[in-house]
């Protein structure tokens, strides 16, 4: 009776909460996709901030209430089908990458036994090793927000945080826009996120639809099974679903969690300035204190998203520019033999790599330069009118601002700011001509491998070289 307790009172926590009411339409459609949940049975934990936070927070009581109802049933909270449904989207995923490894080496076996040239050869076993990879990370991904979901420190903490570390400035004149600025955004993610998910699932469905056009995207998926295998149609069809929900919708998320904290952060920096702005430079020390508590806590807010969204990014960015340029060199090498919409296909998935690119620079660098902001007000502050303590409040502040790295990362590894933006695009941009380079090569290679089996003519007929001067040039071919 108490899990049940515990497990409604964190479920009423959540409906109740502001920021998971803002998201609740892209939350369904996360939902759908199996890939979001409340774990029940885990006790709602006060997570306080302390002297971060503008009103004091009442703690949340766990103990059951006299009028609990007293079933012992905890599968009467519907966020225990929900977790259910997310295993299941788990299970089918996992059926899905099982059935794509058994495709993958049906048909490297039988490539070995095809004397195609050594261009054509390596695009066959690029085209399908990148769908492979494409399988497991979507499983990889899968599990990164089903453990963001489970875990204490994730999606709940979140959302429960976020209520209680963004406060309203306790000065007058400040912001108090948050919610219209939100929605518009919240809106058009959630339009431009339905319709990029339908695009998607099309992408996988057509390829059933009985149509010369359709044939080589038929083949590939039904490679190493009869055609009219139903079981593994009905298997590829659902699981098509899940895996549209975590290609597409993990962007997205991050767009909107992104937006909601650089809102924050430019309000903190709107109020900052304006309040730095009527003290004429002249700062006291409460009022300074407060807002870097206000800052930090903003700071608190985001390592609580990092640590969700930080595994996906690493991911996201390293699968992506390899999907890009192992894409870019299938397409070229089979321009001439692939059919009008598998190249249609091909296209619209490297533009949606490049898109989830874009997206992640984006919101990294635009919660890094708001979360910067306000370095530049601080150092405009006159200091010479300024006490000791107040000095040492603003050299704190400075300090937390220029010497600590704000903002989302790559699992740690490096941050995601203006700077990343150069550096994705140089690394893309190195590689793409190294493979280029590769690409003429082998082309040139399979050309002069042409050229040498030419057999010599019955009249002795000869063609003019290569620099075309009329000399026989050694090579002769067939009358």
Same mark, same amino acid.
């Given at each position: ?24 339409p ?58 259910l ?47 492979l ?86 083949? /590939? ?5 009869n055609?009219?295998?139903?079981? @593994?149609? !009905? #298997?590829? =069809? +659902?699981?098509?679903? $899940?895996?549209s ?64 969204? /930080? ?6 960015f390293?699968?992506?520019? @390899?999907? !890009? #340029?192992? =894409? +870019?060199?299938s397409? $070229? ?12 296909s ?8 490049f898109l989830?690119i ?14 910067l ?54 690394l ?6 190294l ?45």
């Open positions: 009776m108490a899990s049940t307790e515990v497990t409604t009172e964190r479920t009423e926590r959540m409906r109740s909460n502001k920021l998971y009411c803002l998201c609740r892209f939350v369904f459609l996360m939902r759908i996709g199996g890939i979001f949940f409340i774990q029940p049975g885990t006790p709602p934990e006060d997570y306080s901030c302390g002297a971060h936070c503008s009103t004091p927070q009442k703690n949340v009581s766990i103990i059951p209430k006299k009028d609990a109802p007293t079933s012992n049933n905890s599968w009467k909270d519907p966020q225990q089908w929900g977790r449904y997310c295993l299941l989207a788990f299970t089918l995923m996992v059926a899905y990458f099982v059935k794509s490894t058994y495709s993958y080496c049906f048909g490297i076996h039988l490539l070995q036994l095809n004397d195609d040239p050594l261009e054509s050869t390596l695009a066959t076993y690029v085209t399908n090793t990148r769908y990879a494409w399988v497991a990370q979507m499983v990889i991904v899968h599990v990164i927000f089903l453990r963001a979901c489970a875990n204490p420190n994730g999606m709940f903490k979140l959302f429960i945080s976020w209520e209680k570390l963004r406060f309203h400035c306790p000065v007058s004149g400040c912001t108090q826009t948050f919610d219209p600025s939100f929605i518009r955004k919240r809106n058009v993610v959630v339009i431009l996120a339905g319709f990029h998910l339908i695009v998607q699932y099309l992408s996988v469905v057509l390829a059933f639809v009985p149509s010369d056009e359709y044939s080589q995207l038929f083949e /590939s998926f039904m490679r190493g099974f055609t009219d295998n139903v079981p @593994v149609k !009905i #298997l590829i =069809g +659902i699981a098509s679903l $899940y895996s929900s975590l290609f597409i919708l993990p962007s997205y998320f991050f767009l909107l969690i992104g937006s909601a904290i650089t809102i924050d952060f430019l309000h903190f920096d709107h109020d900052l300035r304006r309040q730095l702005r009527r003290e004429d430079g002249r700062v006291r020390v409460k009022t300074l204190e407060w807002f870097r508590l206000r800052h930090n806590a903003l700071c608190i807010l985001l390592e609580h998203a990092d640590w969700i969204f /930080s595994p996906w990014i690493l991911l996201t390293g699968c992506s520019i @390899v999907q !890009i #340029l192992s =894409g +870019i060199f397409a $070229y090498a089979g321009s001439g033999s692939s059919k009008v919409m598998t190249e249609i091909t296209c619209y998935w490297i533009l949606t790599y989830h874009a997206i992640m620079l984006y919101v990294g660098a635009s919660v890094n330069s708001a979360a902001a306000p370095t530049l007000h601080l150092y405009e502050v006159n200091q010479s009118k300024m006490t000791f303590s107040e000095t040492l409040q603003l050299q704190t502040f400075l300090s937390k601002l220029t010497c600590d790295r704000i903002g989302f990362t790559a699992w740690k590894m490096f941050t995601v700011d203006f700077t990343a933006v150069v550096e994705v695009v140089g893309y941009v190195t590689h793409q001509i493979l280029f380079q590769l690409q003429l090569d082998l082309g040139l290679e399979y050309k002069a491998h042409e050229f040498s089996m030419c057999e010599k003519p019955e009249n002795n007929e000869t063609f003019p070289d290569m620099v075309g001067n009329g000399h026989a040039s050694g090579w002769i071919v067939s009358g």
